[in-house]
């Protein structure tokens, strides 16, 4: 069955950096855009960043572009995210979650299909 | 980015009883929306995709309906696990954006 594991998540002062992983088993992982996807303490969700199936493509959300970078390992299974110049509005549970593809008339649409437990990162002083 | 609108931002319901909630979008994403149920300290979990297709192993209690700007999830009849908090995100664009979130309380 697909599992995704994320890791990695912990206390960190302002300005500091932390680096998530996500270990994916139960599919071909290398098949799949892959996502992170945080949620601050009693908020809604916020989309971070995607990364294609063969890594070469990537975005982000404003809210962290030129802090954050997403990163994968086919060979390993894992998806990355390296987080630097931490922010207190960074505190959030961040979850990985596939992105399945399907086709319409209109184009590609994706759906997260499948989600980690999500990983808590708090930045405090 | 598009902007996406849930309404309403909280609900109070009976076991039974039929739900609608609506999703609105700042411009127009053909069929491009998906739904999400999230119970407290758990993952969001797939509920709709495009629009109206419901996802594997998703009750048929729940359906979607929509186009364009605007979307609706309906819950034909409320059952106790159906009590959490529901997403909608459109896919048609990056950002991928959420709405606010609608909570469904008895």
């Known amino acids: 069955q697909v599992q995704l594991v994320e890791s990695g998540g912990g206390l960190v002062k302002p300005g500091g950096s932390l680096r998530l992983s996500c270990a994916a088993s139960?599919?071909?992982?290398?098949?799949?855009?892959m996502n992170w996807i945080r949620q601050a303490p009693g908020k809604g969700l916020e989309w971070v960043s995607h990364?294609?199936?063969?890594?070469?493509?990537?975005y982000y959300a404003d809210s962290v572009k030129g802090r954050f970078t997403i990163s994968r390992d086919n060979a390993k299974n894992s998806l990355y995210l390296q987080m630097n110049s931490l922010r207190a509005e960074d505190t959030a549970v961040y979850y990985c979650?596939?992105?399945?593809?399907?086709?319409?008339?209109?184009?590609?649409?994706?759906?997260?299909?499948?989600w980690g437990q999500g990983s808590l990162v708090t930045v405090s002083s | 980015d598009i902007q996406m609108t849930q309404s309403p931002s909280s609900l109070s319901a009976s076991v039974g009883d039929r739900v609608t909630i609506t999703c609105r979008t700042s411009?127009?994403?053909?069929?491009?929306l998906n739904w999400y149920q999230q119970k407290p300290g758990k993952a969001p979990k797939l509920l709709i995709y495009?629009?109206?297709s419901l996802q594997n192993g998703g009750p048929s209690r729940f359906s979607g309906t929509g186009s364009g700007t605007d979307f609706t999830l309906t819950i034909s009849s409320l059952q106790p696990d159906d009590f959490a908090t529901y997403y909608c995100?459109?896919?048609?664009?990056?950002?991928?954006?959420f709405g606010q979130g609608t909570k469904l309380e008895i």
């Open positions: 495009a629009a109206s």
């Open positions: 995100q459109q896919s048609y664009t990056s950002p991928q954006t």
């Open positions: 979650a596939r992105a399945t593809r399907g086709a319409h008339s209109s184009g590609y649409f994706y759906y997260f299909d499948y």
């Open positions: 411009q127009s994403i053909s069929r491009f």
């Open positions: 990364i294609s199936d063969s890594g070469i493509t990537t």
């Open positions: 139960g599919f071909t992982f290398s098949d799949y855009y």
